[in-house]
């Protein structure tokens, strides 16, 4: 940490919109300073010229990556189009604390991640440090690591209900259902045909039947969990909103004879956490009650059908789903309070 006590913080792929929500977040952290920010496309403009909405906050203009000063810099977040991670980590100075947004280093297996991502993974010699940052549940992982690679938003809305269910013993692995919706600012700022309003509203389709990149992730977890490989049934859908995750997890009853011993294993895991949150008996989240805060909701259902179990968990995609859950990260890297930044509410209506 720089000699002002304050984490000298640069942020890589700045004009996206997890790059701006790590802007957002920073904004307001105690602890952190934004010393650098990076876009290709963009360099040389303010950040204001390109997300209006931050130009009340004195910021860094945008540079390319090349002109970087590493020295002024602790912590890098690196919100980078996936593919395009590995060589710039692989090149920047070993001193510095990295968090990395993109799907580069989430699987550890290097041929799963070719299969899945379609070429080799390009810096495999980094891969083995790299931490799987899921906070509630790494938490001692993370806090002295150098990489942290965050995790996927669907990953992230459907691991924190599902792996302690799996560690427990509770339900049957081998029977997990996962029925996902997300918004559309998950595709990236992009201009993509399928992200068009015309193709978007007022509707709603899945996409990456059966061949989606976080199903792979997911497994990871679930078969650590487990003590064995696990495949799931995983399916997401693209529904009419900016932002937010709604996962709906149907579930086979295991060890335990009823939801309510589902509902006390997860009340029991996250009693002290300060962003994961169970519902009462009977409520369902919604993500109008997350938008725009680092909190997961989670609901647990008994099925009619007698021996299972719905659970529901609802994220904000670009919070706890992406920028918050990296700036949770960064706290515990940086022995800071793990709420730090974190504090505001969610956005109702």
């Not at 259902?301 to 609802?314: E, K, T």
Request: hydrophobic letters at 45%; aromatic letters at 6%.
């Amino acid at each position: 940490m720089a000699e002002t006590n304050r984490l000298r913080i640069g942020i890589l792929g700045a004009s996206g919109y997890t790059g701006a929500e790590l802007v957002r977040l920073l904004a307001r952290h105690p602890a952190a300073e934004i010393r650098l920010l990076t876009a290709d496309r963009q360099a040389g403009r303010p950040l204001a010229e390109v997300f209006p909405h931050l130009g009340a906050i004195r910021l860094p203009d945008l540079v390319k990556i090349e002109a970087a000063d590493w020295n002024s810099i602790d912590l890098v977040f690196c919100a980078l189009p996936h593919g395009t991670t590995q060589t710039v980590i692989a090149a920047l100075p070993r001193q510095l604390k990295v968090v990395d947004l993109s799907a580069d280093f989430r699987l550890a297996d290097l041929p799963t991640y070719a299969q899945w991502y379609g070429h080799a993974h390009q810096a495999p010699a980094l891969q083995p440090e790299a931490v799987y940052g899921l906070t509630e549940l790494k938490r001692a992982q993370v806090a002295p690591a150098r990489l942290v690679a965050n995790p996927g938003c669907y990953p992230t809305a459907a691991q924190l209900p599902l792996v302690p269910l799996v560690e427990a013993g509770a339900i049957d692995p081998d029977d997990i259902i996962i029925d996902a919706k997300s918004g559309v600012s998950g595709a990236g700022r992009d201009a993509k045909q399928a992200s068009l309003y015309g193709e978007v509203s007022e509707g709603m389709h899945a996409y990456g039947v059966a061949s989606h990149r976080h199903a792979p992730e997911i497994e990871q977890g679930l078969s650590e969990a487990a003590g064995r490989a696990i495949i799931i049934n995983y399916t997401p859908h693209l529904a009419q909103m900016s932002r937010d995750i709604l996962a709906t997890l149907y579930l086979r009853l295991a060890k335990v004879g009823s939801a309510g011993e589902l509902r006390k294993i997860l009340a029991d895991r996250y009693a002290d956490e300060p962003f994961v949150r169970l519902l009462a008996e009977g409520q369902s989240p919604a993500t109008r009650h997350v938008r725009g805060a680092n909190h997961c909701l989670i609901g647990v259902f008994a099925d009619r059908v007698p021996g299972r179990a719905i659970l529901l968990s609802a994220i904000d995609n670009l919070v706890k789903g992406a920028s918050g859950q990296a700036v949770q990260n960064m706290n515990l890297m940086a022995g800071l309070p793990e709420t730090a930044g974190l504090e505001q509410q969610p956005l109702f209506p």
